[in-house]
C-alpha cells in the first residue's frame, strides 16, 4: 500500500514543476568567538549555470563555499541541497583556494581520487587516463604532485574535484596567484565542466574571469548577501551601493 | 695500555673472521629487534593514527598515557614482563622466559609507546592540512587514517628507525627476561656487559664496534630518508 502513495506523490512534484534549487540557504549564521562571520546569509541557487560570488577580503566567501560544502555546519538557519541538508558527499566537489595535493605523484593523486569516490577498479585506469588528458597532465604524471608549479598543481586540484563527476563545483579563487595561461586552462576545464552539466560557483576577484564565466554575481559583504544580479547586468550597473563601491574600487587601481 | 690494543686487534680479528659466536649473537640481536620494531610497528601506527584522528571520550588521557610510556625505565618494562611470564605469573603457562620471545615482548612494550606517541604527532600534523580535503572527498575514517598514514610514510620511517635505534641499545629489559644464556638469550648488549665484567675486553669491544657502526647505519639511513623526502617534496 504505501508504493503507489508514494509514486503519486512523487509524480505530482514532477508534474508540478517544483524542483528545488541546487543549493539553498536560508538565514544562514555562522559565529566564532561572538563573531557573526555569516549573519543571516539567504541565497537560492538553480540547477545549472555559473554563479560567480565576489565581494571584499574576510566577507565571508570561503566559508559560504565550506558550507555549502557541507564542511562546516551553520550555527543557524539551513544549508540545504537539492532539498536535503547537506553533507560531505561526492556529488559536491570543493577546490581550495591553496591546491591540498597528497603526497604522492600526479597520477596517485588521481588514483586516490578514484578510489575514493568509489569508482570500480577495472573502470579507475580508463578514467585516469582520460583525467591525465583532461588536464594536460599527461607529462607531470609521474612527477610528485608538490614540486608542480603553481597553475599545474592547481590543474591536478580541479581535474581531481572532476574525478568525482560533481553535480556542484565549488571553486575558491583558483587563479589568485596564476599567470594569464594558466588561467586560461583553469578557465577552459571550468567551462568544459559548465557544459557537462554541473552548477558551478566560483569565487573570484577577477573581473574579466567572472565577464567570461558568470551566468549571475552573487555580491557578499559582511556574511550577507548584498544583491544577486545577472552577469551582464552586475558589471554596469550594480543594484547595491557595496556593489558599486566594490567595483568602483576595482576600477581606480 | 698493551691490554687494550690487543684487545682492540682481536675484536678486529673476531670480526674480519666472521667469528661464529659473534655471528650467532648479532643475528639473535637483529632477530629480536627487528621483531619487536614490527610488532611496535603493527600496534604503534593505527594507535597513533587513532590517537591522532579519533573523536572518543578519554582520547585525551590516552594520548598523555602513551607519550608518559615513551619514558618506561627498561629495567622496570623488564620486570614487569618477568612477572607476567615467570612460573607464578598469570601467564608462566607459556613457559617463555627466557626465551627470545620474552625478550622481542619486552622490547616491543617499550617500543610501541615511542613509535604510537610519534605517529600520533606526525599524523595530527598531516590531519589537519588534509581534514578538510578528505572530508569534501567524502573519505569515511578508514580512508582518511590510510591516506594519512601513507603519506606520512617518511615521517614514520624515521620513527620506526627512531625505535630500532633504541631497541638495539637496550640491554635492561632483555637481561632480565633473557637472562643472557649462552647460545639462547644472549645478545650484543647483554653479551657486551658479561664480557666485559669478566675482562675478556676482545669480544665486548668486536660487539661494541658493530653496535656503534649500526647505529650510524641507523642515523644515516635516518638522514638519507629526510633528504630525499623533502626532494620530493614529501616532507
Ligand atoms: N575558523 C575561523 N575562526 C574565526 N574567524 C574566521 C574563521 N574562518 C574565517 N574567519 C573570518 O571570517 C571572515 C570571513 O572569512 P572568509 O570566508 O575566508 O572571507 P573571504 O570572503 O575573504 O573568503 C574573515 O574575517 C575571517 O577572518
Ligand atoms: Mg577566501
Not at chain 1, 134 to 148: I, S, T
Request: proline residues 5%.
Amino acid at each position: 500500500m504505501p508504493e503507489p502513495i508514494s509514486r503519486a506523490s512523487h509524480l505530482s512534484v514532477i508534474e508540478a514543476g517544483v524542483k528545488p534549487p541546487a543549493v539553498a540557504l536560508h538565514d544562514v549564521v555562522l559565529e566564532r568567538r561572538g563573531k557573526a562571520l555569516v549573519d543571516g546569509l539567504t541565497l537560492s541557487l538553480s540547477t545549472s549555470g555559473t554563479t560567480v560570488l565576489m565581494g571584499p577580503n574576510g566577507a565571508g566567501k570561503s566559508l559560504t563555499l565550506r558550507l555549502m560544502a557541507g564542511l562546516i555546519a551553520p550555527d543557524e538557519g539551513r544549508v540545504r541541497w537539492n532539498g536535503v541538508e547537506t553533507t560531505p558527499s561526492q556529488s559536491v566537489a570543493l577546490v581550495f583556494q591553496k591546491p591540498v595535493l597528497l603526497r604522492r605523484s600526479v597520477r596517485a593523486n588521481l588514483k586516490h581520487a578514484l578510489k575514493t569516490y568509489g569508482v570500480s577498479r577495472i573502470e579507475r585506469p580508463r578514467r585516469l587516463e582520460k583525467l591525465l588528458e583532461m588536464g594536460e597532465l599527461e607529462n607531470l604524471a609521474d612527477r610528485p604532485a608538490r614540486v608542480l608549479s603553481g597553475g599545474e598543481q592547481q590543474r591536478v586540484a580541479l581535474v581531481r574535484a572532476l574525478a568525482a563527476r560533481p553535480k556542484l563545483l565549488l571553486l575558491d579563487e583558483p587563479t589568485a596567484s596564476l599567470d594569464p595561461q594558466a588561467t586560461a586552462a583553469i578557465e577552459s576545464l571550468i567551462r568544459m565542466a559548465a557544459q557537462n552539466g554541473a552548477k558551478i560557483v566560483l569565487v573570484t576577484h577577477d573581473r574579466g574571469q567572472a565577464q567570461r564565466l558568470a551566468d549571475e554575481i552573487v555580491f557578499l559583504n559582511h556574511g550577507q548577501v548584498a544583491e544577486v544580479t545577472p552577469a551582464q547586468r552586475f558589471f554596469d550597473a550594480p543594484q547595491s551601493q557595496e556593489g558599486r563601491d566594490y567595483l568602483d574600487g576595482h576600477l581606480l587601481l | 695500555m698493551q691490554d687494550f690494543g690487543a684487545a682492540f686487534g682481536e675484536a678486529f680479528a673476531l670480526i674480519a673472521g666472521l667469528d661464529a659466536g659473534l655471528m650467532e649473537i648479532i643475528g639473535l640481536s637483529m632477530r629480536v629487534t627487528f621483531s619487536a620494531v614490527l610488532i611496535a610497528c603493527v600496534i604503534g601506527l593505527p594507535l597513533g593514527a587513532v590517537l591522532a584522528v579519533g573523536r572518543f571520550p578519554g582520547r585525551h588521557i590516552l594520548v598523555v598515557l602513551v607519550s608518559a610510556l615513551m619514558g618506561l625505565p627498561p629495567v622496570v618494562v623488564g620486570l614487569a614482563v618477568y612477572l607476567m611470564l615467570s612460573a607464578a605469573g598469570p601467564l608462566g603457562v607459556l613457559q617463555l622466559l627466557y626465551t627470545p620471545t620474552a625478550m622481542i615482548i619486552a622490547q616491543a612494550i617499550l617500543v610501541t609507546p615511542i613509535i604510537a606517541s610519534l605517529t600520533r604527532q606526525v599524523i595530527d600534523d598531516l590531519h589537519g592540512e588534509y581534514d578538510e580535503l578528505l572530508r569534501s572527498m567524502g573519505a569515511n575514517r578508514v580512508g582518511m587514517i590510510a591516506t594519512l598514514l601513507w603519506d606520512a610514510r617518511y615521517s614514520l620511517l624515521t620513527a620506526a628507525l627512531a625505535g630500532l635505534g633504541r631497541a638495539l641499545a637496550e640491554v635492561g629489559a632483555v637481561m632480565i627476561v633473557g637472562g643472557n644464556i649462552n647460545h639462547v638469550t644472549r645478545v650484543m648488549t647483554t653479551a657486551i656487559a658479561l664480557e666485559t665484567s669478566k675482562g675478556a675486553l676482545a669480544l665486548a669491544l668486536g660487539l661494541g664496534i658493530i653496535l656503534v657502526g649500526l647505529s650510524i647505519l641507523v642515523n644515516a639511513g635516518l638522514m638519507g630518508l629526510r633528504k630525499s623526502a623533502e626532494r620530493l617534496a614529501y616532507a
